[in-house]
């Protein structure tokens, strides 16, 4: 009766941590007892057996494998969206409509090539231009500080959850009775689990009790009731991750949310904002350029450009317009005085190879284009991710988490159990009294 009263005490501790986080179900196992109808000393019937817990390291690792993809497309899907909200396609939005106006007012000087005031909108119209690269590349450059705050946050948080595991880890070492201690395992697993979101990682459980983590397999995170934090340092614009040794290791972290950090911030981000300045600079080279082949007001060629750029810090972010007055504008083509050859033919920039056979529309158009089929396919990849993740944990909820109705089952079983059991005692101990009758 002892041994049927020890589990229904288990199966009651299933029932009530059924939604605790992590939690494996427990059996407790059973062994029948030696029989010897041939002696007089008590003998038969079944012992308590070890807790045998229903955790399948096979579906652990499977969940964890998913939990690191999907933190890696989750990251990467959040950080291209908010490059895609700084590069707006439409035509009256952003770096499209400022280029849009100055070509614009470029048609209008060409209609009235000697007016003030339709020089004047060119260059007002100029300075806003620039003020949209400014701002987009301010953005960009915002979007990229972010990245590597948020990179150096989650190392702390992978160092702040292997210093958990290792602090259960000299738990289980310090006594032999918590390594199954079923509170303590699913406040493991819930690390581990919390882990495998941050940076993919593989587990080695030792005789003690304690398990060993290492960082996508390589780098050593974890061992006993030691941790070798990670930490994050800087060299040539770009992040890098350093083991507990000093070393690089960054090579070796591809998923997780980790990984999509470091690809943000070291590759996404510095390819669209080289996109960027690209387009900034060829913008600022044709005006100057065609600029330069004309005359201003007094039939001389200008003795400055519109636009300057530093190319070292960045054309985007530097762009500006110098100190061209509206008298110094080239409207008039070369040999024409007067003329509006010059402002023609900046109102047709916006038709004419810039970049790569683009046009600087058709260029900043190839480059939303290339940035919205990434996000779509970030997004595909993300909703397949987290399908796949929920797969994992509903095949590991069936095999190893608590059903309560199959908990309550057991309690049925067990409760017939221990009515036969009764029934048996009042059998016997009637049995008893008749012979102790008989022999008075």
Request: aromatic share 6%.
């Amino acid at each position: 009766m002892r041994v049927i009263q020890r589990q229904v005490g288990v199966v009651q501790n299933n029932i009530v941590n059924a939604s605790t986080p992590n939690y494996a179900r427990l059996d407790q196992a059973t062994m029948a007892n030696r029989y010897n109808p041939n002696t007089d000393s008590s003998s038969g019937g079944i012992s308590s057996g070890p807790l045998i817990s229903g955790r399948d390291r096979f579906l652990e690792g499977a969940v964890w494998e998913r939990q690191s993809a999907a933190g890696y497309s989750d990251q990467s899907l959040r950080g291209l969206r908010a490059i895609e909200a700084a590069v707006p396609v439409t035509a009256e939005n952003g770096i499209p409509g400022a280029l849009n106006r100055f070509y614009n007012s470029a048609a209008q000087l060409a209609l009235s090539p000697n007016s003030d005031l339709a020089r004047q909108a060119v260059l007002d119209r100029a300075r806003t231009a620039a003020l949209s690269f400014n701002e987009a590349a301010l953005e960009f450059g915002t979007l990229t500080a972010r990245a590597g705050t948020e990179l150096g946050y989650a190392v702390r948080d992978i160092n702040a959850v292997a210093k958990e595991i290792a602090t259960i880890n000299g738990q289980r070492k310090g006594d032999f009775r918590n390594v199954t201690d079923a509170g303590l395992d699913s406040r493991l697993h819930e690390a581990l689990e919390k882990l495998s979101t941050l940076v993919d990682h593989n587990t080695l459980t030792q005789e003690d009790g304690s398990v060993v983590v290492f960082v996508s397999g390589q780098v050593p995170l974890v061992t006993g009731d030691q941790t070798y934090p990670l930490s994050t340092s800087f060299n040539n614009g770009q992040y890098q991750i350093v083991d507990s040794r000093g070393e690089n290791v960054t090579g070796n972290i591809a998923t997780g949310k980790l990984g999509a950090l470091l690809e943000m911030r070291n590759e996404t981000m510095p390819a669209y904002s080289a996109q960027l300045d690209t387009l900034a600079r060829g913008f600022a080279d044709q005006v100057n350029g065609i600029l330069a082949g004309g005359l201003a007001s007094n039939g001389l060629p200008p003795v400055q450009n519109l636009f300057t750029y530093d190319v070292v810090a960045g054309a985007a972010g530097t762009l500006a317009v110098t100190g061209l007055t509206t008298g110094q504008l080239a409207a008039a083509g070369a040999g024409e005085p007067g003329g509006n050859a010059n402002a023609n033919r900046l109102a047709q920039l916006s038709n004419k190879p810039a970049i790569n056979g683009l046009s600087l529309a058709g260029y900043y158009g190839a480059m939303a284009t290339g940035l919205g089929t990434q996000v779509e396919s970030v997004r595909a990849r993300n909703s397949s991710d987290q399908q796949l993740l929920l797969q994992a944990r509903t095949l590991r909820q069936q095999v190893s988490g608590v059903s309560v109705d199959q908990e309550a089952a057991k309690l049925l079983e067990y409760q017939r159990g221990f009515q036969a059991v009764g029934q048996v005692m009042g059998i016997l101990n009637e049995m008893t009294d008749t012979l102790f009758t008989i022999m008075r």
